[in-house]
């Protein structure tokens, strides 16, 4: 009987700590570029920490948009203040996952997994009553029209609907 209860314990605590694991979409900026970066060395290359940073730098030099500031954020950059990439080049060289590279780079800055790609909205498809204000402003802006007298989010929506013909194709 008391072999059940610990048992069942142990099984608890590793669900408790599986349950707190990084997922894609907690850090999805870091999951993408690790994961692009790791694909792009050779074998040879990820054995060596050293290579590694001096790939992910001229990988960096390409980068754009978020990308681009994961880099930043990384040290990866010339224009870089800070450097932790030796929290990514060391644990890449253990073959360690790309969550697990992540979750560290997260402990040693956190503003890395707050870095999330924008998502694009189909105007065409969607139910503009159930997107935020800031969704509906981001479509004016993409359009590069405004709404100067816009307050509550039915008179941005009444925006969007009458400028919609001209910016969205109707295909039949």
């Not at 999805?28 to 060596?48: H, M, N, P």
């Not at 790309?98 to 503003?111: G, Y």
């Not at 935020?132 to 100067?148: A, G, H, N, P, Q």
Request: charged share 35%; glycine share 4%; aromatic share 10%.
């Amino acid at each position: 009987m008391n072999k059940l209860v610990l048992i069942g314990f142990f099984l608890s605590v590793i669900a408790i700590f599986d349950s707190y694991a990084l997922k894609p979409s907690d850090c999805e900026v870091c999951f993408a570029v690790v994961e692009k970066f790791a694909a792009g060395l050779t074998s040879d290359e990820k054995k060596d920490p050293k290579v590694i940073e001096d790939k992910f730098r001229t990988f960096c030099k390409t980068s754009k948009g978020k990308d681009h500031r994961f880099c930043y954020y990384l040290g990866g950059l010339e224009e870089s203040a800070t450097g932790i990439l030796s929290e990514m080049a060391k644990p890449l060289s253990w073959s360690s996952p790309v969550d697990k590279v992540c979750e560290k780079l997260r402990k040693k800055d956190n503003q890395i997994c707050d870095l999330r790609y924008e998502k694009s909205i189909d105007v065409k498809t969607v139910d503009l009553k159930k997107l935020k204000v800031r969704d509906l402003k981001k479509i004016l802006s993409d359009w590069e029209e405004s709404c100067e007298d816009c307050i509550e989010k039915g008179d941005f929506i009444k925006r969007i609907e009458v400028l919609k013909p001209k910016y969205v194709r109707e295909d039949l």
